[in-house]
């Protein structure tokens, strides 16, 4: 239409590259749009040190305003551990209605009977999908 010749090897090539349904991105913009004020996102990220070895850093942040609301970290993350930090970011309840995670090991267990007792409806991201939780990540 715009005067353009174009070969059906190039249309190919763009259609295997178009997403196929785009309706669960703008679901979850939806989701992140009417809740922003009551959403919260946790994460890990590693920081190698001098001597070889690894420290995991934990943080938990409001997506809305970009401020990180809790972080500390340990060489060891374990459920146990998350669940005492989920309890020292959230006290006297000022927990927010949804946690975006992924599907990190250390949040499994513990964590999910924590995010309960909280009041905490947790919302795990989809596989291979870190843009879902693209402030944290």
């Known amino acids: 239409m ?10 190919l090539r ?10 669960p991105a703008r679901r979850w913009a939806t989701f992140l749009s009417n809740h922003r004020d009551a959403i ?17 850093c934990f943080f938990v942040i409001a997506p809305h305003r970009r401020r990180i609301l ?6 060891y993350p374990s ?6 930090q989920l ?3 959230f006290p006297y309840d000022s927990a ?24 905490i409806t947790l919302v795990r991201i989809a596989v291979r ?3 879902q939780n693209g402030v944290a990540e």
């Open 79 to 84: 459920s146990a551990w998350v669940s005492q």
């Open 96 to 119: 927010p209605r949804f946690l975006i995670l992924d599907r990190e090991h250390a949040f499994h267990d513990g964590v999910l009977e924590t995010a309960k007792s909280l009041g």
């Open 2 to 11: 715009l005067g353009f010749d174009i070969s059906e090897r190039t249309v």
């Open 40 to 56: 919260a996102a946790m994460d890990f990220f590693t920081v190698p040190t001098l001597r070889l070895g690894v420290l995991y």
């Open 14 to 23: 763009w259609m295997r590259k178009a997403p196929r349904d785009p309706g």
């Open 129 to 131: 999908s870190p843009w």
């Open 70 to 75: 809790h972080g500390n970290v340990t060489r």
């Open 87 to 89: 309890r020292d970011a």
